[in-house]
């Protein structure tokens, strides 16, 4: 029996898990990567800056969910893994920085004693008390906003100061109309607990191990991971090669790339969604279109180093979130070298100072040079600063996060089901599917594969 064809359109952690795990499987597929940029990996870089290798976006991954962790585990480079060793962080709040109450589920305080006097309003600290009870049952299986639920279970103190500037800045978005079942579906778990939201979070802490790390990275950069998964499959991946448009012929789908034809059985587009809109267009205009009408927000990271001995930032403290209300340009600024012993030299203090939001694109009509400028005003206002970096680097991420608005996995599981009618053998994968990060994007990559091999496979 003749091998089928697979194309997988993209290179980047998604596109990569599609082919790995195709190549893995028991099928006799021939698997071709097509990757338009120079080199593999996609969002994920790391490059050097002040002497150190740093990543230029994702710096970290997720430990809790499984999906990522699985992956790096089977190709063998978990164990070089490392954990941040200070877990805190802080918020910009009146004018201070106030850490985030401890212990707390994305920003939620499992006790209302642990938050300073004042900061929150009486009734919502009497919520948290009574264990955080939703006002009406929630609906079995149905989405809701973020916002909502949480607004509901614990007032609006709690999420406005804490839960929107953290799920906020993390998406760059806008936490009142997120989806919680792609994005937090352990809240909506939780708040059907019978006695309430944190009755749920206390019981699911009190069940898990609170000596496992929230998130890995490796030594090297988060763009050393991928660059280790894309060796094992490195025969099957071509470069600077990017797809134009696809169609159908004689029963196969034809690319046309840059540098010519080529036929397939199944194609896997691992691209960013609006990218998989425009290869879809013709061959399956309703999935393009509902791909295309998935808003994403840009985001700027900006990168300073700065000699210790002109700068003094909170010791053991990860970082500081900015809440939407407080008009900073920044949204978060992270301590690199107090979170990651590998990014500690003890002679230089690195920052990564985030901005944008998808109300809130201000960064993007700024120059480099306008954007430190502005963002040093901002670490001026909260940490005090007057010293300037010796070294920046401004990395700009366009239309890069996706926004997931309540009924997301539903509409995502039309569309999959429409582009199955539409154009049968054609499957989509990325960080548009079940949420942002690493894991998610893994976890889509997995979906596409087994797609593909119930499709195609005869093992
Ligand atoms: C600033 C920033 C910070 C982040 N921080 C974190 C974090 O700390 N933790 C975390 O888990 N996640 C984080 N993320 C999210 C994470 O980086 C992404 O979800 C993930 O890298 C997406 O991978 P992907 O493979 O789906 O898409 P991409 O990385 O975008 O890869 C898609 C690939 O497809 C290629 N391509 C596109 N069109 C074509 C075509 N027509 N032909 C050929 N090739 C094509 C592109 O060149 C690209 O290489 C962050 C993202 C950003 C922007």
Sequence with gaps: ?????????????????????????????????LESEKQTGGKLKTSPFSGFLLDEGADAFLARAPWAKELFDEIGISEEFVSPHSRSASIWVNGSLE????PNVLGIPLDPHSVPPGLLNSDDVLKISKGGRPS?????????????????????????????????????????????????????EAARHEDGLIAGLKETQQN?????????????????????????????????????????????????????????????????AQNAARLLETVSPTASSRLSDIEHASVSLVSL?????????????????????????????S??????????????????????????????????????KKLMNDLATTLGLDSQPFESRVNRWPGALAQFKPGHLKRMKETIDLLADEAPGV???????????????VRSGNEAAVSVIEKFGIN
């Design 99 to 102: 850490p985030l109450p401890s």
């Design 136 to 188: 009406k049952k929630l609906p079995e299986e149905a989405d809701v906003a973020i916002g909502d639920l949480i607004r509901d279970c614990v007032g609006d103190s709690v999420f406005e100061l804490f839960v929107d500037p953290l799920l906020g800045g993390i998406n760059a978005g806008i936490p009142d109309e997120m989806s919680c079942e792609t994005l937090a579906p352990q809240l909506l």
């Design 335 to 372: 301590f690199s070298g107090n979170k990651w012993e590998h990014l500690d030299d003890k002679k230089q203090t690195l920052l990564r100072v985030s901005s944008g939001r998808v109300d809130d694109q201000r960064h993007e009509t700024l120059s480099d040079e306008e954007l430190v």
């Design 1 to 33: 029996m003749d091998k089928k064809k697979v194309f997988v359109v993209g290179a980047g952690i998604t596109g990569l898990t599609v082919a790995y795990r195709l190549l893995k499987s028991k099928e006799n597929f021939e698997v071709v990567v």
């Design 208 to 272: 898990s191990d609170p000596e496992l790390p929230v998130f890995y990275t490796h030594p090297n950069g988060i763009g050393h991971i991928v660059e280790r998964l894309a060796e094992k499959i490195s025969n099957s991946i071509r470069k600077n090669e990017h797809v134009i448009s696809i169609s159908r012929a004689n029963n196969q789908w034809i690319l046309k790339t840059s540098t010519g034809l080529e036929a397939a059985d199944a194609l896997v587009l691992a691209t960013p």
């Design 305 to 333: 180093a700065f000699k210790n001995s002109d700068i003094n930032i909170p010791k053991n403290q990860s970082g500081f979130l900015v809440p939407r209300s407080a008009g900073l340009l920044m949204t978060a600024c």
């Design 427 to 441: 499957s989509i994968a990325g960080s548009y599917h079940f949420g942002v990060g690493i894991p998610a994007s």
